[in-house]
Nanobody, 114 residues
Framework: QVQLVESGGGLVQPAGSLRLSCTASGFTFASVAMSWYRQAPGKERELVAVISSSGTVTNYLDSVKGRFTISRDNAERTVYLQMNNLKPEDTAVYYC???????WGQGTQVTVSS
């Protein structure tokens, strides 16, 4: 079955950290770029980070540069998003997506609040 399954969201205080995980199945994970998007209430979905198939090239939304890190483990078919120094404006549903392809995960809620 072709799918992406995310985990790791939750409630965290400002300046805290979370790590999101996304495990893939049903396609050749090691051959494709992967990405994380997010959608806050009342806002458009936005691209947060992208990682190349080998993991050697990454790109980030300007507002998360220096705080978020995307990585992948091709042997485990998993892509990660390490989020540090979280801010209330990072509150959103985070989605894993196969880059340039219409395959999305179910989303995981991240809430940053004191």
């Amino acid at each position: 079955q072709v799918q992406l399954v995310e985990s790791g969201g939750g409630l965290v205080q400002p300046a805290g950290s979370l790590r999101l995980s996304c495990t893939a199945s049903g396609f050749t994970f090691a051959s494709v770029a992967m990405s994380w998007y997010r959608q806050a209430p009342g806002k458009e979905r936005e691209l947060v980070a992208v990682i190349s198939s080998s993991g050697t090239v990454t790109n980030y939304l300007d507002s998360v540069k220096g705080r978020f890190t995307i990585s992948r483990d091709n042997a485990e078919r998993t892509v990660y998003l390490q989020m540090n120094n979280l801010k209330p404006e990072d509150t959103a549903v985070y989605y894993c997506k196969r880059y340039n392809y219409p395959l999305w995960g179910q989303g995981t809620q991240v809430t940053v609040s004191s």
